[in-house]
């Protein structure tokens, strides 16, 4: 697996870019994300050392971290890795301990390639992506990007 980003939680993604770039310096920024299947909005942010931080809002009361972010746990949220083989990786992920916490669904901010994310008992909580193409790597246009059906 290559690492991807690491995602951070946080009411505001727009207020919190300004204090991920004084904290870190000049940042790169994707475009706003709206991802109607994962109810949140998104930037993604990669410093001038390479490292991506992915900047994730709830769009509703209902989202999926909506809840971790009002009890304010869980803010640095989630690691992410990529894989050829999404299908083949979630094995070797509940072989080692980790199950699934979502089923594989397409995401919005990386071109309709599935998506999931896994948990271990430790509390760690990985985002697997498979394929290689994300929000920072193509042109830049306002999101939602159409969403294909696998």
């Known amino acids: 697996m290559k690492l991807d980003h690491i995602g ?22 994707s475009v706003r ?8 909005t998104a930037r993604f942010g990669r410093t ?10 709830p769009n ?3 989202s999926p971290i909506a809840a971790s972010l009002k009890a304010r ?15 083949e990786k979630a094995r070797e992920l509940r072989e080692q301990g980790f199950f699934p916490v ?5 995401g919005v901010a990386f071109a309709g390639h599935l998506v999931q994310f896994f948990y271990q008992p430790n509390g760690m909580l990985l985002e697997i992506i498979e394929g290689s193409a994300g929000p920072l790597d193509r042109p830049q246009r306002e999101q939602p990007l159409p969403v294909s059906n696998p």
Request: aromatic letters at 10%; proline letters at 5%.
């Open 60 to 62: 509703s009361a209902s």
């Open 8 to 29: 951070f939680l946080t009411e505001d993604v727009e207020r919190e870019m300004v204090a991920f770039e004084r904290l870190f310096g000049r940042i790169e920024w």
């Open 73 to 87: 746990k869980n803010i640095i949220n989630h690691v992410c890795y990529r894989c050829a083989d999404l299908s």
């Open 48 to 57: 001038v050392d390479g490292l991506v931080y992915e900047l994730i809002q």
């Open 33 to 40: 994300i709206v991802d109607p299947l994962q109810d949140v």
């Open 102 to 106: 979502t089923e594989p669904k397409p």
